[in-house]
């Protein structure tokens, strides 16, 4: 029995290496896995003494060659191929154990060039490691070093390997080699900016295991992107309580992006993966008291995202109901002895919490059978092409509350409405299926009075209801897209109110 062994993550190889030895196992072996064996005092051949070729090009070529790939990729049971090596004078190769190229390392370090990546491309460790993968009937192919125990102690027990162990090891490599080509991929299309590939492949990492996903019927894994920018929630380390749940996850992402619309101090707050309250101030004590006061009842049991450290007082104010997660760039002293006197409460600490790249590039929805992919939404609108289309213009005041609703709006889903009154909200109205419907439940949810409020919508009015609504409650401003074949008729009925109305021509839909 022969074992080729060539490994850039060196982890166990040497005490593995001993015991396929003290098996009766020939080792073969290259570059600097050979010389790590011999000078282990492990007998070893070198790869130019099997193929009879000596390694070139730098080391990119050493194992492509017939005498390797013959012994890997013979099938023992058929006699021809048998018969071919032993004309061909090759021996078989039985148990080959390869980890390739840190590619990824190498990509992760600051600075990294194009050239140097390129240079960690692996050409023959995938290529052995498929090889033997498909002769798994006859082959024993391990791609990570925490196999190596379980193909020894089946060695010592059974003298082979069983076959169920072989196929789930044949498995994991081309698991392994379709993730590090979908990573070479990957990082080669970002190099030049394109986007939305022809076939699209991408790989993640598993963090974790959850207990379940949206329902505790589903089960549910958390994976990860191979380079997520700083500021992504992958990134955010837990301080304290239990672990989060699919729910706890997708829920601090929505609060995440609906944050990063802002630069002032915000706290944002999520139930069900909407934002519930929204508020701005002068600090994020103020912040979270707006946030807070849009909707107490719904805030219960949700998350809380802060764009600034959470301090003694703030952490005062959470700490007087149940919150799932607070999420903050960081939180002072005083405030985690506050925060961790109720033990459920998860605290994530993510710097660089307000970094827009963490959006990513991408958008993906999984639909039966195949994936919707668009950018992300990472616009507003342009200030420079907001049209005001009353006779009245929005106040400085307005204005700026108009801003901050349609920053909150863009992120609820549709159809969506949100009435903003000093620099938080103060009526949110979520997922409706039609527009009015949505108006009057952000009218029905505020808790205080909407006299001098203003209101933005995701899309534009089809009809003039939601104006004459709007005026009811008190609002006093409207900012939408527009482009309704009947604009004009909530234009007329704005003016008969005395409505200030701004065209954004910036739809923001949210399914």
């Not at 500021?231 to 996850?249: C, D, P, R, T």
Request: some cysteine; hydrophobic content about 40%.
């Amino acid at each position: 029995m022969r074992a080729l062994l060539s490994v850039s993550d060196k982890t166990g190889i040497v005490e593995f290496a001993r015991e396929l030895e003290n098996l009766g196992v020939t080792i073969i072996s290259t570059g600097g896995t050979h010389k790590k064996l011999e000078e282990s005092g492990i007998a070893v051949t070198g790869i130019s003494d099997v193929t009879g070729f000596p390694e070139c090009l730098d080391g990119r070529v050493k194992t492509l060659h017939p005498a390797v790939h013959g012994g890997i990729l013979a099938m023992r049971d058929k006699p021809e191929h048998m018969k071919q090596l032993a004309d061909l004078g090759i021996e078989t190769i039985d148990i080959v154990a390869i980890n390739l190229y840190p590619f990824k390392e190498t990509i992760l370090k600051p600075g990294v060039t194009l050239e140097d990546a390129i240079e960690n491309i692996d050409i023959g460790g995938p290529t052995m490691l498929r090889s033997a993968a498909k002769n798994h009937k006859d082959v024993v192919v391990i791609c990570d070093p925490a196999d190596y125990e379980t193909v020894i102690d089946e060695l010592k027990k059974n003298k082979t390997v069983s076959y169920d162990t072989k196929y789930r090891l044949a498995l994991k490599v081309f698991q392994h080699t379709a993730a590090y080509d979908a990573m070479i991929s990957d990082y080669l299309r970002k190099q030049i900016g394109a986007e939305l590939p022809d076939n699209l492949t991408m790989t993640f990492e598993k963090v974790q295991e959850l207990r379940y996903g949206e329902n505790p019927h589903q089960k549910a894994s958390y994976y990860k992107e191979i380079q997520p920018a700083d500021g992504s929630l992958v990134k955010a380390q837990q301080l304290h309580g239990k672990e989060l749940s699919f729910n706890n996850i997708n829920d601090t992402n929505g609060a995440l992006a609906a944050l990063r619309e802002f630069s002032e101090p915000t706290v944002v707050a999520v139930k069900h993966a909407n934002p519930c309250g929204v508020g701005t101030g002068s600090d994020i004590y103020t912040a979270y008291k707006r946030a807070y006061d849009c909707d107490p009842t719904s805030i219960f049991g949700g998350i809380v995202a802060a764009n600034r450290p959470i301090d003694k007082a703030t952490a005062e104010e959470i700490n007087k109901i149940f919150i799932e997660i607070v999420i903050a760039p960081d939180f002072t002293d005083e405030a985690m002895e506050i925060l961790t006197q109720k033990k459920n409460i998860r605290l994530l600490k993510l710097p660089d919490i307000e970094n827009k790249e963490a959006a990513g590039e991408i958008d993906i929805k999984k639909v039966s059978g195949g994936l919707l992919v668009q950018g992300v939404d990472d616009i507003l609108f342009d200030e420079n092409a907001l049209n005001v289309v009353t006779d009245r213009a929005p106040t400085e005041k307005e204005m700026e509350d108009l801003r901050l609703a349609m920053k909150v709006v863009k992120h609820i889903k549709s159809n969506g409405i949100v009435i903003a009154k000093d620099q938080a909200t103060v009526g949110i109205g979520p997922g409706q299926v039609n527009r009015i419907w949505a108006v009057e439940n952000a009218i029905r949810q505020a808790n205080t009075s909407l006299e001098g409020s203003v209101l933005a919508s995701d899309a534009f009015f089809p009809f003039d209801d939601c104006v004459t609504a709007a005026a009811k409650a008190g609002v006093t401003a409207i900012i939408q897209p527009g482009g309704s074949i009947r604009d004009q008729e909530s234009i007329d009925k704005a003016n008969e109110l005395g409505i200030a109305m701004v065209f954004c021509g910036i739809r923001h839909f949210k399914h």
